[in-house]
């Protein structure tokens, strides 16, 4: 496709539940990057690839959260036993000459 | 703690206003920066981006930036803005590294 695309847009977990987020990023984009944004806040850096390789998770708030992209191209990100606080946009990115191109977000609301 | 400082979060103009979004960060030495627009209901886009060279970048839908390496500070500047601007700014930086952190963003509304 033309941009990011990521799925679902919505999704409602309860408190506990696992979810998973995926990101199509735009075709021979190596760089791959996940975002958190939280209400009235400005994205937050959680994680990186570059390729298949992660090269930096320093930004993922647990070890509840995971992240993988086993080919190079397809992402997931994985939040296991939601809690309230996780409740954001989840955004994801891919990255040519520089600049990022964002998808439209994951919101992920935990009850 | 090394961050972005985007300090106008509410900004509100009337149509033909001139517009200055104030960025500051605290990074020393080299730095990237960008400009990142988010209008209602669409993803994040780039409006302009610094990595060297002229101080004044001009980007698209007649914003420009200045980056004042001594006061390090990158501020978003629109002669006459249009209705149409009613949208999130988000100032951005990486310094070495491969992420990008941002500001808190700014909300501008401009009225008709």
């Known amino acids: 496709g033309a941009g990011v695309s990521q799925s679902p847009r919505y999704k409602v977990a309860k408190r506990g539940q696992d979810v998973a987020l995926r990101c199509d990023p735009i075709?021979?984009?190596?760089?791959l990057f996940w975002y958190q944004q939280a209400l009235g806040q400005g994205p937050e850096f959680l994680t990186y690839?570059?390729?298949?390789?992660?090269?930096?998770k320093s930004g993922l708030p647990s070890d509840r959260f995971f992240a993988e992209r086993p080919e190079g191209s397809v992402s997931t990100l994985k939040i296991q036993r939601t809690q309230q606080e996780d409740s954001a946009v989840y955004l994801c990115?891919?990255?040519?000459?520089?600049?990022?191109?964002f998808g439209e977000g994951s919101r992920l609301t935990v009850l | 703690a090394q961050s972005v400082s985007q300090h106008n979060h509410h900004v509100i103009l009337s149509e033909a206003a001139s517009l200055e979004l104030g960025c500051n960060y605290s990074?020393?030495?080299?730095?990237?920066l960008f400009w990142y627009v988010q209008y209602p209901g669409q993803h994040l886009q780039l409006l302009l981006k610094?990595?060297?060279?002229?101080?004044l970048v001009k980007g698209i839908k007649g914003f420009e930036a200045e980056f004042i390496k001594s006061k390090f500070s990158f501020n978003l500047r629109k002669p006459s803005v249009q209705w149409s601007d009613t949208a999130e700014y988000f100032c951005?930086?990486?310094?070495?590294?491969?992420?990008?952190?941002f500001g808190t963003g700014t909300r501008l509304q401009v009225f008709p």
């Open positions: 990074y020393g030495g080299t730095v990237n």
């Open positions: 990115a891919s990255r040519v000459d520089g600049e990022l191109f």
């Open positions: 610094y990595f060297s060279g002229d101080p």
């Open positions: 690839f570059q390729n298949e390789a992660q090269l930096d």
């Open positions: 075709s021979g984009h190596v760089s």
């Open positions: 951005a930086v990486n310094k070495d590294t491969d992420k990008l952190i």
